[in-house]
């Protein structure tokens, strides 16, 4: 009985192992929330964007977004490009909206492509 009390112990402890491993991330992540947005303005925390394409988001095309792309990965870039940002779905309320825990940004077109 104590053999069969370990074994599931053991099972268990390495069931919740494997599932509190982080996944590997493609080029574009889908899972969680995100838009596109064109770079109107760049900020020392981040940059100023305007939403071109909503995605899953809660953003309207047009709306100002400030994005945090202070994070590792985070490709070079400047006023004019588009770059798809995938967030965990919460906004700070201020005057434009900011984004603070994003997870990805990729180099787009205006429609989310890479």
């Known amino acids: 009985m104590k053999k069969l009390i370990s074994v599931l112990l053991v099972s268990a402890c390495l069931i919740a192992i494997c599932a509190c491993q982080k996944k590997p991330e493609g080029p574009l992540d889908t ?3 995100y838009f ?7 900020e020392e925390r981040g940059c100023l964007m305007e939403v071109t394409n909503t995605g899953n988001g809660n953003f309207y095309v047009g709306e100002r977004i ?11 870039y400047k006023v004019g490009d588009h770059l798809r940002i995938s967030f965990d779905g919460k906004v700070a309320l201020s005057l434009p909206g900011q984004v ?13 492509n890479p």
């Open 36 to 42: 596109t947005g064109k770079v109107i303005e760049i």
């Open 100 to 112: 603070l825990n994003v997870f990805s940004v990729v180099k787009t077109d205006a429609n989310g």
């Open 66 to 76: 400030i994005v945090n792309t202070n994070i590792e990965g985070c490709p070079k």
């Open 31 to 33: 899972e969680n929330p």
